[in-house]
């Protein structure tokens, strides 16, 4: 059985770096789809980003240019690297991961797998 779990979290200011790491362990291998997700208090859970195993990755519009997934296949980890920091960037952020890509990979719902969470405040 697969279970990923993250780290990195914490509190910082707007315009500061923060870096996201999730790993996976279990049957997890470098074809397996992994992303994030995030929630922010009173709103539904949001796509952040997703690595088709070796390929190609994707971003939601709201943090292309500013947030970066890298991945390492040899330790099945996935890491968020998240650059000039908003306060709308505010939420709990979810590694995510299933044994297939699948189209409608900006749905929460087609993720069969999810860390407990790390939560992400930005404030001044």
């Known amino acids: 059985q697969v279970q990923v779990a993250e780290s990195g979290g914490g509190l910082v200011q707007p315009g500061d770096s923060l870096r996201l790491s999730c790993a996976a362990s279990?049957?997890?291998?470098?074809?397996?789809?992994m992303g994030w997700f995030r929630q922010a208090p009173g709103k539904e859970r949001e796509f952040v980003a997703a690595?088709?195993?070796?390929?190609?990755?994707y971003y939601a519009d709201a943090v292309k240019g500013r947030f970066t997934i890298s991945r390492d296949n040899t330790k099945n980890t996935i890491d968020l690297q998240m650059n000039n920091l908003r306060p709308e960037d505010t939420a709990v952020y979810y590694c995510?991961?299933?044994?297939?890509?699948?189209?409608?990979?900006?749905?929460?719902?087609?993720?069969?797998?999810w860390g407990q969470g790390t939560q992400v405040t930005v404030s001044s």
């Open positions: 279990g049957r997890a291998d470098s074809n397996w789809s």
């Open positions: 995510v991961a299933r044994g297939a890509w699948h189209v409608n990979f900006r749905s929460p719902s087609v993720y069969n797998i």
């Open positions: 690595s088709r195993g070796r390929g190609s990755k």
